[in-house]
């Protein structure tokens, strides 16, 4: 019989529209669920992308329910737990000076060369997020639909990848959110923060639901997977809220049946 004792949650379309604040239906799931079981949230994001989407939405930021939260930004090179009443940085995973100044380098050279270095953006191109340099065409906090009108069949954002790649052969390049290319040590993907969480955590990778919007082939999901965890694949994070809706008492009848 399947068990679940963690369920983990991608944060863009997932639990909450992109680079937007989660709603507060989905909040208030987020916290019945945790009385429940093991949460994550793993994304490509920063840990501040985290907080204004999600943390600082909860409706109750003092539960003690939030110690059963793990927070997996940059794909697990980061980690963090509730200490108190502050969320620790339980270790960072960086690149090195030496891998950064190349990374920003390469991304910004081919992106020049292609055309696709834009001079009116939401905020800078390029990002330093430790354990990743982000190269996002229109800036960080560029709207949905300018993101969408960019680059909607993904020909842009493939070619860059592909150029960076091969000045990079020694780091891992790929594409991120609608606009965005990451580039991080080689497999740092969500399958390596997936692994470093059941390795934290104890929990094997068997009792893990991993819930998300790209876990089509192409997807930053898809290595979830590809590893072999079960996955739930929803389009936005009204679908999310209805699954999690169903899944809260099922997983209730799960825990009362051990
Ligand atoms: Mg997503």
């Not at 943390?55 to 109750?60: C, E, K, T, V």
């Not at 980061?78 to 891998?99: C, F, H, M, V």
């Not at 740092?188 to 082939?217: C, H, N, Q, V």
């Amino acid at each position: 019989m399947t068990k679940t004792t963690l369920v983990a949650f991608d944060l863009d379309d997932t639990l909450a529209p992109s680079k937007s604040p989660m709603d507060p239906r989905m909040s208030h799931l987020l916290s019945e669920l945790l009385e429940v079981v093991e949460v994550c949230i793993i994304s490509g994001g920063q840990f501040s992308q985290f907080k204004m989407q999600a943390i600082d939405n909860l409706p109750d930021p003092s539960s003690s329910h939030l110690e059963r939260l793990h927070l997996m930004p940059t794909c697990g090179t980061q980690y963090y737990r509730k200490d108190g009443d502050l969320w620790k940085q339980i270790y960072a995973e960086n690149l090195t000076e030496d891998e950064k100044t190349r990374a920003l380098a390469a991304v910004e050279t081919r992106a020049r060369e292609l055309g696709y270095w834009e001079s009116d953006t939401w905020g800078p191109i390029l990002e330093d997020r430790g354990s990743q340099i982000t190269f996002s065409a229109l800036g960080q906090a560029a709207p949905v639909s300018a993101k969408q009108a960019w680059d909607p069949t993904g020909e842009k954002k493939n070619t860059l990848r592909e150029a960076v790649q091969r000045d990079l052969p020694d780091l891992e390049v790929r594409s991120g959110g609608s606009t965005s290319v990451d580039i991080t040590r080689q497999g740092i993907d969500k399958a390596y923060g997936m692994k470093k969480l059941s390795e934290l955590t104890g929990i094997p990778l068997d009792d893990m639901l991993f819930i998300g919007d790209r876990l089509d082939e192409n997807g930053n999901d898809y290595p979830v997977k590809a590893l072999g965890v079960r996955t739930h694949a929803v389009a936005d994070w009204e679908e999310t809220a209805a699954y999690v809706e169903k899944l809260i008492p099922e997983l209730r009848g799960e825990a009362a049946g051990r």
